[in-house]
Structures are given as structure tokens and as C-alpha cells.
């Protein structure tokens, strides 16, 4: 088993909620995270046409990376951390800005239920890796069986959408890996986080300045902007880290087959794009594949 820095005792200031959020049961955590994943991205994509692609990926981490900024002070994280840590920081940052990038410019070209179920497809690698028993093999089966039904919709002759869909998900199995490791460490929960989304913004901050820029002349579309990124990437990852400090990597990894349930079921509510019957089916052996599974934990 690999062996991870054991975190710091909290402040008496920072106990109280560190408290609370053990009281909550992981899988509570994660069906948070599963919701917010897709609905800020939704949302997001009304707003393409005002602001552009870049320039939304970049108001979405620019406005995570100031929330988290008073919270995780990453300046004083980067001072303290070791340089096994510190490289596991900038790899998590860098992660997130590539993956919020292409994951903006693959919606643009394709449906959120199409990108949400390649973005999947990887995480079964992860969660093979973890497997222990008959019983998560045959939930893992159900799971994928299900994420499959859900791409009721036609593969695009759009190679470069479905190209930035796939790097979006080879990027989103990296943040589950590396995130897994963050939680753990000293660094880790919000502080590590924050450090982490601080790099991500130094990153896209040439990328999508240029394409932000109008949103600034219209202080509607601004909080409208900083909205999505509070939805998108302020509360989906604090839950996550709440998820991934409790939870094997494997279960996490195996949970995130509920991310095509969630995006179709946001799809239709937010975006109009209704589910059809195999969309159902794919829902419900989904369902049953998450609730068939159990942890090495229990």
C-alpha cells in the first residue's frame, strides 16, 4: 500500500467544519459533485455565444481560483511543501486547466450526454485497477452496459469535437488519480485544491484572457460567468476531495459511472435534450450497477 504523508491536526478555527464534512458519508459528498459537474457546464454553454469557449473556461477557473484563494492561501502551501508535493500540485493544476479547456470545447461540437459517457470510458480503467471481487466485476459490467445505452445519440463525424472529448476524459482520469493523491497528503482537501486551481489559472490565463474580455463591459454576464464557476468548479471539486479522502480510488472511480445519469438528466432539464427509452435503460443499469457495488472498505 502506498504510504501518504498523514495530514496536519486542524486549527481550532478550521475544526469545526472539517468535523462537520466527516460527519457526512462519502457517497453523500459524491452525489453533491455529480449534479454540480454538469450543471454549471450546462448553463455554461448558453453563454458560448456571448463570451466564446476559451473565454468561459477561463472566467470558470478565474473565479474558482479567487474563491479558493482566501480559503487555501496557495502562496503559502507552494512556501511549505516539499518537492514531491509541490510537483504533485502543479501536475493536479495543470490537469485542471487542460481538462476544463477541452471539455468546454468538446460541448461545443457535441451533445453533454455524449461527452459525459467518453468521459467515462476511462475511468473503467481505474476502476479495474481496485477490483477485488465477482460482485464489483459484475457492477462494473452493469455500470458500463449502462453508460453504452446512453450514448443514444449519433457518434459525430466530428473528429476534432469527439478529439477534445476524448482529451477531456484521458485529462479527467488523470485529475481522479492525482486528486485521490492530493486528498491525502498534507496538502490536501481545500488547501491543496486551492494551491492546485491557482496553477490552473496561471495556465489558461493566456488562453482564454482575450475571449473573457466582453464579459467584463456587462456585469450581468459577469455574475453569470462567476456563477457557472462557482457551480462548475468551487463546489463539485471540494466535494470530490471530501469523497476521495474516504473512499478507495476504485469506488470513486466506479461512482463516476452516475456522471452519464447525471448529464442526461441535466441535458434534458436545462438544455432540452430529452432522453428516449435507451437513455432510460442506460440510467437504470447504471443505477444498479453503483448500488451493487461495494467498497474494499466494508
Known sequence: MEKTAQAPAPSPQGALPIVAAAAIPPH????????????????????????????M???????????????????????????????????????????NCSFYLALERLPISLVAAIEFVG??????????SLRNLASLGMAVAGA??????????DPVGLAWAFLNGAFFVAYVVIGHRVSRTT?????????????????????????????????????AAAGVGICSSVIPYICDQFAMSRLPRASFALMLSLLPLTATLIGALVLRQIPGVCDLAGIALVMAGVALHRSANR
Open 123 to 132: 475511468t473503467v480503467a481505474v476502476a479495474l485497477a481496485g477490483l477485488r
Open 187 to 223: 496538502a490536501g482537501g481545500i488547501a491543496g485544491l486551492g494551491a492546485a486551481m491557482a496553477v490552473a489559472f496561471a495556465v489558461v490565463l493566456p488562453i482564454g484572457l482575450r475571449d473573457a474580455l466582453p464579459a467584463f463591459g456587462s456585469p450581468q454576464l459577469l455574475l
Open 28 to 55: 453523500a459528498w459524491f452525489a453533491v459533485s455529480a449534479v454540480f459537474h454538469y450543471l454549471g457546464p450546462a448553463f455554461a454553454v448558453l453563454l458560448f455565444d456571448q463570451v466564446g469557449v476559451l473565454g
Open 148 to 157: 453504452l445505452l446512453l450514448i443514444d445519440v449519433r457518434w459525430s463525424s
Open 57 to 99: 473556461a477561463w472566467l470558470r477557473i478565474a473565479t474558482a481560483a479567487l474563491v479558493f484563494a482566501p480559503l487555501a492561501r496557495p502562496w503559502r502551501i507552494f512556501a511549505r511543501a516539499d518537492r514531491q508535493t509541490l510537483h504533485l500540485l502543479l501536475a493536479f493544476g495543470a490537469c485542471l486547466a487542460v481538462m
